[in-house]
């Protein structure tokens, strides 16, 4: 893929923002921004249907994100993980330990690979848990959280 200039949009998402970007039908990443905004007017195909996805999915409709995304920037060792993370569906959960065998790694670093993850939703770490807790989460607890009963039909946006 070459080196272009990324198209961003920022939609409202819960309790803040999510900043999507794209080149050439790639999206480069998926964020969350404490930040509230307006929603703008899209010119991108890509963008459109992303953001169609995304809220399809606030709004506690079972979604299937199928986009073409830009992986340059991970390692091969956290492209295997997120590969792997893809086969865990709409409401469901896999443990770190569950998900670390899977690949041949520790739960620690199969952590520290999802913590680099720039496709929030897309890619869902939200969906891996600790044995004993809902485990960590980059933009907070409180969104893993919110994003697991979104998915449970317990809450909605």
Request: net charge positive; proline share 2%; aromatic share 10%.
């Given at each position: 893929m070459e080196s272009n200039a990324v198209m961003t949009v920022r939609v409202p998402f819960m309790q803040g923002t999510l900043e999507i970007g794209e080149v050439e039908g790639y999206i480069t990443h998926v964020v969350y921004l404490d930040k509230i905004t307006n929603r703008p007017s899209i010119e991108s195909p890509?963008?459109?249907?992303?953001?169609?996805?995304?809220?399809?999915?606030?709004?506690?409709?079972?979604?299937?994100?199928?986009?073409?995304?830009?992986?340059?920037?991970?390692?091969?060792?956290?492209?295997?993980?997120?590969?792997?993370?893809?086969?865990?569906?709409?409401?469901e959960t896999i443990m770190y330990s569950e998900l670390a065998?899977?690949?041949?790694?520790?739960?620690r670093a199969v952590g520290q690979a999802?913590?680099?993850?720039?496709?929030?939703?897309?890619?869902?770490?939200h969906r891996v848990i600790s044995k004993h807790s809902l485990g960590g989460f980059s933009y907070g607890i409180w969104l893993k959280k919110a994003l697991l009963e979104l998915e449970h039909g317990k809450g909605r946006t």
């Open positions: 890509t963008l459109k249907r992303v953001v169609h996805a995304i809220d399809r999915y606030a709004s506690g409709k079972k979604t299937s994100f199928r986009f073409r995304l830009s992986l340059d920037n991970y390692t091969e060792f956290q492209r295997e993980v997120y590969c792997e993370l893809l086969k865990v569906g709409w409401g065998e899977k690949v041949g790694t520790s739960a999802l913590k680099r993850n720039r496709h929030l939703i897309m890619i869902p770490c």
